[in-house]
């Protein structure tokens, strides 16, 4: 039963994906543990490479998520893209402007990664501004543990690992693992 529901949702994520062809572009194999969350600009990109997993399925995952995959273009001209073999588990990723992971990354559940604070700090313009939009790119073969915040305009090196519940912001060089809050430097990465 678990086999054709997995079917069932990998379908209907392929059919809804082929009435948006010009915004959701897909790779070969792609893998849909239950629906993904999407929202869509009728001027944005969702691109995922080959053989991506979206997983929102509790059933097949080492720790409890708390939402299903979110994937949020919302502003004219922004862009989610997403490398081969990445694998997703419950998280968020919302582009403003623009988000890009590369290939072979693991992203475990319950992580927010955001290119835009929400709102602006001045009080007077808090409610109606969506604040400062920074790009935030993740290099290949990238580690995000669980419960992570990845902050605008965060630049994360190729091989870096982030320990679970870590807020990250500015530059993360390659093959470091960092982890805190603020995440700070635990150690580079033997190769």
């Known amino acids: ?12 994520f392929l059919l809804y ?6 915004n959701i572009h897909l790779g070969k194999g792609i893998v849909i543990n ?7 600009h009728k001027n944005a990109q969702i691109i995922l490479g080959d053989h991506v997993l979206l997983n929102s399925s509790n059933r097949s995952y080492h720790v409890n998520m708390f939402s299903r995959v979110k994937l949020m273009c919302d502003k004219p001209n922004s862009i989610i893209r997403i490398g081969n073999n990445t694998r997703i588990h419950g998280s968020c990723i919302h582009a403003h402007e623009r988000i890009e992971i590369g290939k072979n990354c693991l992203i475990a559940a319950n992580c927010q990664i955001i290119d835009a604070n929400g709102h602006g700090t001045n009080l007077s313009q808090r409610i109606k501004s969506q604040g400062n939009t920074k790009p935030v790119i993740i290099g290949d073969n990238v580690w ?5 915040i ?8 190729n091989g870096a690992v982030l320990s679970a519940g870590s807020v990250i912001k ?3 060089p390659e093959n470091s693992v960092y ?5 700070k ?3 580079k990465i033997d190769l």
């Open 170 to 172: 500015g530059e993360i």
């Open 150 to 157: 990845i902050l605008p305009g965060t630049k994360i090196g």
């Open 34 to 40: 239950l629906w993904p969350s999407i929202v869509l």
């Open 179 to 183: 982890g805190g809050n603020p995440a």
């Open 185 to 187: 430097f635990i150690k």
């Open 17 to 22: 994906s082929k009435s948006l062809a010009k």
């Open 144 to 148: 995000i543990g669980t419960g992570c």
């Open 1 to 12: 039963m678990h086999k054709v529901i997995y079917r069932f949702n990998q379908l209907m």
